[in-house]
């Protein structure tokens, strides 16, 4: 089982990242859960979700402590959520940051940090980073493909903004394929 951890602010898209990832893993025939948890319902509140990827059925049902991956789409909330806690050795941690962050997990754990909000507001005109990250993340770990991210940004988006988080999800594809 994979498990990820995706850590940000009400309003960034946090839970709809979880739920396009599990979308994006049933697509490929995969078993998928994502569930969320946060305290306070406002615009930017720190946000945690959860998704879990299986070849089995998952019988889960609690937050995950000790994830193969963490997705932070918002770099403010690394220290006071405690984003990389429990990060088993040579997982991935992708990080909405235009520039490469200094940081000792770098040496059990792959990193990777993507200008997630700046491609965001190129390719969709909005600060939501979400379906950059998820394009990101396809090549970055191989667990999903960007076919499958494609497929669930339709789900859960029409028309423009659809076409637009797709563009955005591509961008970031080929950006990280093209760095790693």
Known sequence: ?????????????????????SISAFLEGKHAQA??????????APVVA????????????EP????DAVIIQDRTVIESAHAFEGVNNNGFALINSPSDLQCDLAKTINVKCIGAT????????????????????????????IDSVIKAINTKFVGSIAEKNIKAAQVAYEQTLGEI
């Open 50 to 61: 959860f998704c879990r990827i299986s070849e089995k059925e998952i019988r889960l049902r």
């Open 64 to 67: 995950i402590l000790c994830p």
């Open 35 to 44: 569930f969320p948890s946060f305290g306070s319902e406002r615009m930017g």
């Open 1 to 21: 089982m994979f498990q990820i951890r995706i850590h940000g602010r009400g309003g960034q898209g946090v839970v709809t990242a979880a739920e396009m990832l």
């Open 118 to 145: 700046e491609i965001a507001l190129e390719q969709v005109g909005r600060p939501i980073p979400n379906a950059v990250l998820l394009g990101s993340f396809a090549a970055f770990t191989k667990i999903i493909t």
